[in-house]
């Protein structure tokens, strides 16, 4: 009866413009998300802060969890083949009396132009993006007197290190080039004393009116909440929280959360799910988002080298793929400790950003098509959806040419009302059909990035296409065609 009538309560007050949440799942999952972040696609995570100092663990670890990993291997916690790993690093470069607090003061940042980080984002075509207000080590890229008084010290980069207002002078910067602008927050912190005293004294002393605090100042348009995992959402409080957010909060009308409140809310809560180095998500009922670095690791991981990163190629067949299927691709960029962004980094932007200046169209403001993907014939390979955490995803096996019974992507799609967009991740030959689709009396077929219609036939059930040829400088094997059919039933 409560969850009817609260259901009821908050479809009454959408209708009258004035929403009301109650502090219960049933009605703040009732949040209509705004329409511009499943249009949006793309947007561009950031990594930064302390951690950003010794920028370094084994490879295919999270440079960004370096106190964890060191406090577990001085502790002798850890095999010998990983978290202990960090500590030998840190004896070896920094001795071992050197904390993890005394990196603070080297994060100086003292080459960070939030103009041109903000440009570098604008060009890579991305249409938000997501700093790390404070991860789990705690520290604040904003003034935060609750943290000082928490941790006992100075622990956020206006009174340490740097001295400045990192997330203010970025959230500013951002929005002058029209991209939005949320943050990350981590709900727990790793070893703040409050939190290994009395974890509800911290949540009411620290977190509440910290989250509070930062959400008013910056007002966010994505809250990325991580670090949800030690506590069911009942003990974070996570449905008081969040209805101070959508009743109360400056940003009530515009702001969109993800799913990561409480131990049972991922993938059940929110107004968008997550996922972080998967294949994401298929058939999902909500908008979702899949995070990944161009790397392994978010933060910036000096011991990584060239071949850790993907191509920008692939990074363009993540976000192409993710857009097919209804989900969006958030990009992790790990700037250095000096405020700069590796030129690795800025280069795969550019290069995507390239791309999508010319085909963005197809990814933009698009929903699924009937199907997703089509496939050459042969065995398909097996693409493991769903899953929230960790598991392979290696499109550029799916989408090279075929070998003998094996079946590949042939084309990816994406729809704007009756105009399809059929994106082929090599040059398909002189022919390209579209297997299963109706033109209308009004059908055109265009390649993007050529201004003249294209030939094409109805062949039965199927459109074929034909494909102008295209300059060998071009690469022609290498690049990613995207055709464009107007009026398709």
């Not at 951690?51 to 999270?62: D, F, L, T």
């Not at 979702?288 to 363009?316: Q, T, V």
């Not at 960029?333 to 085909?359: C, H, K, S």
């Not at 933009?364 to 098509?369: D, K, V």
């Amino acid at each position: 009866m409560r969850t009817t009538a609260t259901l009821l309560l908050a479809a009454l007050s959408l209708r009258l413009g004035a929403a009301v949440y109650e502090p219960k799942w049933e009605a703040l999952d009732t949040h209509p998300i705004p329409e511009w972040f499943q249009d949006a696609r793309f947007g561009i995570f950031i990594h930064w802060g302390v951690y950003s100092v010794p920028s370094w663990a084994p490879k295919g670890q999270y440079a960004e969890w370096y106190w964890n990993r060191l406090e577990s291997g001085v502790k002798g916690r850890a095999p010998a083949d990983t978290k202990s790993a960090t500590w030998e690093f840190h004896v070896k470069t920094y001795g071992e009396n050197f904390l993890y607090r005394d990196f603070a003061p080297l994060f100086r940042c003292e080459m960070f132009d939030p103009g041109q980080w903000a440009d570098i984002f604008a060009r890579s075509g991305a249409k938000y993006v997501v700093l790390t207000s404070k991860h789990h080590d705690g520290f604040c890229l904003f003034p935060s007197e609750h943290a000082n008084r928490s941790w006992g010290h100075p622990w956020n980069s206006v009174d340490i290190g740097p001295r400045r207002d990192l997330l203010g002078e970025l959230a500013e910067a951002v929005r002058a080039k029209g991209l939005k602008m949320g943050f990350y927050y981590s709900l727990y912190e790793w070893y703040n004393p409050l939190w290994l005293a009395d974890k509800q004294a911290y949540i009411e002393k620290h977190l509440f009116p910290q989250f509070k605090d930062v959400v008013s100042r910056y007002k966010p348009a994505i809250i990325f909440s991580d670090g949800e995992w030690d506590l069911p959402s009942a003990d974070w409080r996570s449905e008081e929280l969040l209805a101070w957010l959508f009743n109360e909060s400056p940003v009530k009308e515009d702001v969109v959360i993800n799913d990561r409140w409480g131990k049972e809310t991922r993938h059940v809560h929110g107004d968008y799910f997550t996922t972080e180095y998967t294949a994401g998500l298929k058939d999902s009922k909500k908008p979702w988002e899949e995070s990944r670095g161009m790397g392994h690791s978010y933060g910036y991981n000096r011991f990584e080298s060239l071949a850790d990163y993907k191509p920008a190629r692939e990074l363009l067949l993540m976000l192409i793929d993710l857009a097919c299927r209804g989900g969006n691709l958030l990009l992790d960029v790990g700037p250095a400790a000096d405020g700069t962004i590796p030129v690795v980094m800025e280069e795969r932007l550019a290069d995507m950003g390239a791309w999508l200046a010319v085909n963005g169209e197809a990814i933009y403001g698009t929903r699924p098509w009937r199907v997703n993907h089509q496939w050459s014939a042969g065995t398909r390979p097996t693409i493991e959806y769903g899953h929230q955490y960790m598991v392979k995803y290696d499109l550029a096996r799916v989408t090279g040419a075929a070998e003998p019974g094996k079946a590949v992507i042939e084309a990816f799609f994406t729809r704007k009302g009756a105009t399809l967009y059929a994106i082929a991740p090599r040059w398909p030959g002189p022919r390209f059909t579209i297997r299963d689709a109706a033109p209308g009396p009004g059908t055109k077929v265009f390649l993007l990035g050529v201004e003249e219609p294209l030939a094409w036939r109805a062949d039965g059930g199927d459109i074929t296409i034909d494909v102008p040829n295209i300059s060998d400088n071009d690469k022609i094997a290498e690049r990613i065609l995207t055709f464009k059919l107007t009026d398709v039933k």
